[in-house]
């Protein structure tokens, strides 16, 4: 049974900065997803075995994820806005064939994933 630990909830104003973490329980393929209340869940940020990155066009050059070592994966949140409010998740799968679920950089941040954290709010005022 694998286990993906997240931080907190996390209230911040309006162009703040906000750092999630993951323990992604060893596994190298790790995607941040969010819901909005009334919307889909829709892939933010997700990072590769290799470290290959692909994000979401409304979160690129405001977010970056990184793995500072096999145990920790970040998500770092600049510029928030209010659309940003939304439950994030943290999720991890395999590497195959040196691809995450032997798949493209470009389906990184398409469902579905093995494993996935509790969530963690995040609120922008």
């Known amino acids: 049974h694998v286990q993906l630990v997240e931080s907190g909830r996390e209230t911040v104003q309006a162009g703040g900065s906000l750092r999630l973490s993951c323990a992604p329980s060893g596994y190298k393929c790790v995607g941040w997803f969010r819901q909005a209340p009334g919307k889909g869940r829709e892939g933010v940020a997700g990072?590769?075995?290799?470290?290959?990155t692909k994000y979401a066009d409304s979160v690129k050059d405001r977010f970056t994820i990184s793995r500072a070592n096999a145990k920790i994966t970040y998500l770092q949140m600049n510029n928030l806005k209010l659309e940003d409010t939304a439950m994030y998740y943290c999720?991890?799968?395999?590497?195959?064939?040196?691809?995450?679920?032997?798949?493209?950089?470009?389906?990184?941040?398409?469902?579905?994933?093995?494993?996935w954290g509790q969530g963690t709010q995040v609120t922008v005022s």
């Open positions: 990072i590769n075995s290799d470290g290959t």
């Open positions: 999720a991890a799968d395999h590497v195959v064939g040196g691809r995450c679920r032997g798949q493209g950089i470009t389906e990184i941040l398409t469902e579905p994933y093995n494993y």
